[in-house]
Nanobody, 124 residues
Framework: QVQLVESGGGLVQAGGSLRLSCAAS????????MGWFRQAPGKEREFVASISGIGRITYYTDSVKGRFTISRDNAKNTVNLQMNSLKPEDTAVYYCAARRYGGTSVYESGYDYWGQGTQVNVSS
């Protein structure tokens, strides 16, 4: 079992930055690929970014490439999402997810554990 707790959400003006963090329980954190997803009001949850267990492989959805950076610190059992140049369309609840087997995935169904989410609001 892995428990995930997100933090770092909040309200920011367009063009600003936020850094989301996800703290994970467990002893084998580096064996999990990690992902960030988001769900805007009235929309389905969508993939944002993912990172492999030792952090060598990352993927991003096209809309955040060049603006968001996913990273992890396996010594601290944390994964982060640095979000720069934020836009109103980035407003959503952001979820951290962990995938026990296999590499990274862009699909919700590929992840085994989920956090409760943290709200990000970007004002225009």
């Amino acid at each position: 079992q892995v428990q995930l707790v997100e933090s770092g959400g909040g309200l920011v003006q367009a063009g600003g930055s936020l850094r989301l963090s996800c703290a994970a329980s467990g002893r084998t954190f580096d064996s999990y690929a990690m992902g960030w997803f988001r769900q805007a009001p009235g929309k389905e949850r969508e993939f944002v970014a993912s990172i492999s267990g030792i952090g060598r492989i990352t993927y991003y959805t096209d809309s955040v490439k060049g603006r968001f950076t996913i990273s992890r610190d396996n010594a601290k059992n944390t994964v982060n999402l640095q979000m720069n140049s934020l836009k109103p369309e980035d407003t959503a609840v952001y979820y951290c997810a962990a995938r026990r087997y296999g590499g990274t995935s862009v699909y919700e169904s590929g992840y085994d554990y989920w956090g409760q989410g943290t709200q990000v609001n970007v004002s225009s």
